[in-house]
């Protein structure tokens, strides 16, 4: 089965930085979508950002500009590099895997919080 084991959070201040990564093993790296997801308390899971095998990549509005999404197919790891945060970028991000022929294989990593505080 795939495995997705998260490191990088937590407590930074405002307009600090963050690098998350996200190493995936069991299965074949390349041939996985790659995306954080983040959830604040009390709110809805929310896509962060997400990169393709071709390397394309989206984001959320609210992240685009201080976010980088990237991924190191010979490591086997996506990362999100978080710049400028915000307080309401607190929440706990979760690293996801999607083959890209099917929406049923999903793995989720564990979880990690970020805190975004002085």
């Known amino acids: 089965q795939v495995q997705l084991v998260e490191s990088g959070g937590g407590l930074v201040q405002p307009g600090g930085s963050l690098r998350l990564s996200c190493t995936l093993s069991?299965?074949?790296?390349?041939?996985?979508?790659m995306g954080w997801y983040r959830q604040a308390p009390g709110k809805e899971r929310e896509l962060v950002a997400r990169?393709?095998?071709?390397?394309?990549?989206v984001y959320a509005d609210s992240v685009k500009g201080r976010f980088t999404i990237s991924r190191d197919n010979a490591k086997n790891t996506v990362y999100l590099q978080m710049n400028s945060l915000k307080p309401e970028d607190t929440a706990v991000y979760y690293c996801?895997?999607?083959?890209?022929?099917?929406?049923?294989?999903?793995?989720w990593g564990q979880g990690t919080l970020v805190t975004v505080s002085s």
């Open positions: 069991g299965s074949i790296f390349s041939l996985y979508v």
């Open positions: 990169i393709n095998r071709s390397g394309n990549t």
């Open positions: 996801n895997a999607r083959h890209w022929s099917s929406q049923a294989l999903d793995a």
